[in-house]
């Protein structure tokens, strides 16, 4: 099973940037798809990006699509997501997650620590 770790959060300015890490341990991330999401207070838990590790498949939140990006490191079996123009609103708990590369496939139902990022005005 593929244990996962995020970190790269903290307090940034609004226009600011951030970039999260996801790493694994365990196991490597081939044939799984790595997804971050995020949970703002009081709201739902959100899908924000995923990549697909094999292929290199990327899929984003349409609103988010520009700002965000992730990426692989396959020497460092950690995905990344880097923030930038980040916004009050993307202030939240960030966690990642796995599922199997594959159509129809659900995501793990168990989530880390995650880490958190704080945007302010």
């Known amino acids: 099973q593929v244990q996962l770790v995020e970190s790269g959060g903290g307090l940034v300015q609004a226009g600011g940037s951030l970039r999260l890490s996801c790493a694994a341990s365990?196991?490597?991330?081939?044939?799984?798809?790595v997804g971050w999401f995020r949970q703002a207070p009081g709201k739902e838990r959100e899908f924000v990006a995923a990549?697909?590790?094999?292929?290199?498949?990327?899929y984003y939140a349409g609103s988010l699509k520009g700002r965000f990006t992730i990426s692989r490191d396959n020497a460092k079996n950690t995905v990344y997501l880097q923030m930038n123009s980040l916004k009050e609103e993307d202030t939240a708990v960030y966690y990642c997650n796995t599922r199997p590369d594959r159509d129809g496939s659900n995501w793990n139902f168990s989530w880390g620590q995650g880490t958190q990022v704080t945007v302010s005005s």
């Open positions: 365990g196991r490597t991330f081939s044939s799984y798809r």
């Open positions: 990549i697909s590790w094999s292929r290199a498949v990327t």
